[in-house]
């Protein structure tokens, strides 16, 4: 009976490490916009009060002052229970808290790096804008672009070049070949002339060789010969 081969999965590869959670616990941030919403709406109550109120209402006031009192702290309950309800949608729906402690941890990691660049830098004189003359502020802000387009320039005549060349490879080329066809060209003028050299001298012998026959056929018609 063959012996059955044991087929074993490959490993598969490590897969790199999902990013960190985000903290739905408020960070600074997070903490400082709910402290933000808490102040602003404790003035808003504040400024809404029972002798405000009351000042819109004077009949009830002077008549029903206690039923007019509670009415004031229900709409007041009402208002605050209503703009915190709201804060808290906008805050869930707007995923606000993690995007915060997202900012918070982007920026502490942005401090960290300049802090760790400023300890990499000490030693080194810093040039601090202000302290620059018009000329080096002049350079300092056209170097980027200069350099780039002496890039640009570079690109464009390295281009031309190499398509000047490839030009003149086929200007060379041509020429070779106009060369070799007026050269074929003179051998067969060269041959034209040799036939019509030889047709011309045959022709004259030709001719020669008439005047001969003629002649003779005349000598032969004269009587007495």
Known sequence: MPESNSHHPPAASPSPPPPAPISQTPGPRASRLSQVFEQALARTLRANSYANFAGCFPTPARHVPASLEGVWRQLNAKLEANAKAEFDDI????????????????????????????????????????????????????????????????????????????????????????????????LVVSDIEGAASAATQFSRQHHIRQDAIQMDEEVKARPGL
């Open 91 to 186: 805050i869930a729906e707007r995923d606000a808290v993690a995007h915060l402690n997202e900012l918070d941890r982007l920026v502490g990691d942005a401090r960290a790096r300049k802090e760790r660049e400023g300890e990499n830098a000490e030693g080194q004189e810093r040039i601090v804008a202000h302290t620059l003359g018009a000329e080096d502020l002049y350079k300092a802000h056209l170097t980027p672009y200069l350099q780039e387009a002496q890039s640009t320039l570079n690109a464009r005549l390295e281009a031309t070049h190499a398509e000047n060349a490839e030009l003149a490879q086929t200007v060379q080329a041509q020429r070779l070949e106009i060369e070799r066809l007026l050269s074929h060209l003179g």
